[in-house]
């Protein structure tokens, strides 16, 4: 294995065994920052040790000891805590004999160490955008970058907000927490923001080669099920679970054969998963007889849904999802979500329609480097029959996107562009 062939390799797998590290470590440390950086340090281990001794049987499992070799050398470092220390030597043999029915032993409201992470670093103490840039940075790895990306922000702007927020956790003294009553109802929101964040990664990467990350969605769904049963009558809980449901339905029908993305309207309605669009009808007919019928995922789940009916792209009703977006730019206003509408329109009302709603997105500052403008403009344009203005439009699409599937969709895209102007 090339050194190149290692790194590839240890960052795969850190991807998957960022979250348990961190859980586990805040567990035994109760302090969340600490528990990400000595991660951190696991991680950078592996980088040195791997390319050279190869990556070990059980890599999950080496990043785990290496952390925890670390968190106690931390406490011998600290003489005030000696007896802590010992304490935490003694949880983690028990831990160790344990291990197979750890997961039953918590003893926490939400019986979910990672949704405990969640709900810990979206204390109130942190700002809204402060708690969702750590949660994603701790919760699903996504870097710096990433989180930018999602968030349309420079990415020094979201290195600030996280730095802050761990110095904020550190400083305050807070436990590595689940909330309860009110307190957990105020971090819900925060939460709900996370855990949506978390599947949209999934759904469609931000950066590398693969279109989709499946564990990512699976993940999302599985504390959106959580979440449900710990705030049952909260709507947006149920909205979001919906929403997230939808979505994944459709995963089937998303790429071909060699992972090459397929648009919607393009898409084998026959592998829609009919079973997980009934699941999300169900949760979004509980948020709406809980009154959250004009929530922000509750909208989002209804425009899904009104794909999920349909039995062919014809029959869309596109009238209605343009009136739907409409209400939730009304309710929270964004240009990402007045760019959606325009497809809408576009659908409904014609390209034209469409393209002036594009037009006047034109000098939107959150819009400037974001692929999907120049990419709706480029499909409105190719309506029109103005192919050279398409080609350029999806060719700047290809040069701003980060993820290399849609990269190379934009620029067939453009090929397809440009065979059309002869």
């Not at 106690?72 to 000696?82: A, G, I, S, V």
């Not at 949660?135 to 990415?155: D, K, N, Y």
Request: charged share 25%.
């Amino acid at each position: 294995m090339t050194a190149a062939d290692a790194h590839r390799t240890i960052l795969a797998v850190w991807r998957i065994e960022q979250p348990r590290l961190i859980t586990s470590l805040a567990r035994m440390l109760r302090d969340v920052p600490l528990a990400e950086d000595l991660t951190q340090e696991a991680l950078l281990a592996a980088l040195e040790r791997w390319p050279e001794t190869g990556v070990p049987e059980r890599p999950g499992a080496w990043l785990m000891a290496t952390a925890k070799r670390r968190a106690l050398d931390h406490l011998r470092r600290r003489p005030m805590l000696e007896r802590k220390h010992e304490m935490i030597a003694l949880d983690m043999d028990e831990e160790q004999q344990a291990m197979p029915d750890v997961d039953a032993a918590l003893d926490d409201d939400i019986g979910d160490e990672l949704l405990r992470l969640v709900f810990t670093a979206c204390h109130p103490l942190l700002s809204r955008e402060a708690r969702v840039a750590l949660a994603l940075r701790m919760i699903c790895g996504l870097t710096t970058e990433e989180i930018a990306r999602a968030f349309l922000l420079p990415e020094a702007t979201i290195a600030q907000r996280i730095v802050r927020a761990k110095r904020t956790l550190s400083e305050s003294g807070l436990a590595y927490e689940t909330p309860g009553g009110e307190e957990l109802a105020q971090r819900l929101a925060s939460v709900l923001e996370v855990v949506y964040l978390i599947f949209n990664e999934g759904y469609t990467a931000a950066r590398g080669e693969d279109w989709l990350r499946p564990q990512l969605c699976n993940e999302a769904l599985r504390m959106g099920r959580i979440l449900t049963s710990i705030a049952p009558n909260e709507p947006e809980a149920h909205a979001l679970l919906a929403l997230m449901e939808l979505n994944a339905s459709r995963t089937a029908a998303r790429t071909d054969a060699v992972g090459e993305p397929i648009l919607l309207l393009e898409q084998n309605r026959a592998l829609w998963d009919q079973l997980q669009i009934r699941r999300g009808l169900r949760a979004l007919a509980r948020a709406r007889d809980l009154g959250g019928a004009g929530g922000a995922y509750a909208l989002q789940a209804a425009i899904v849904a009104c794909h999920a009916e349909a039995r062919t792209a014809d029959a869309t009703d596109w009238l209605r999802i343009a009136r739907l977006y409409g209400e939730l730019a009304a309710l929270m206003p964004s240009p990402v979500i007045e760019l959606n509408r325009a497809v809408a329109v576009g659908m409904a009302e014609g390209p034209e329609a469409g393209l002036a709603i594009v037009d006047h997105l034109a000098d939107e500052p959150a819009l400037r480097g974001y692929h999907l403008l120049p990419s709706v403009r480029g499909d409105l344009l190719q309506k029109l029959a103005r192919y050279g203005e398409a080609k350029a439009a999806f060719e700047a699409a290809a040069a701003l996107a980060g993820n290399q599937r849609e990269r190379d969709l934009l620029m067939r895209r453009a090929a397809e562009a440009a065979s059309l102007l002869s």
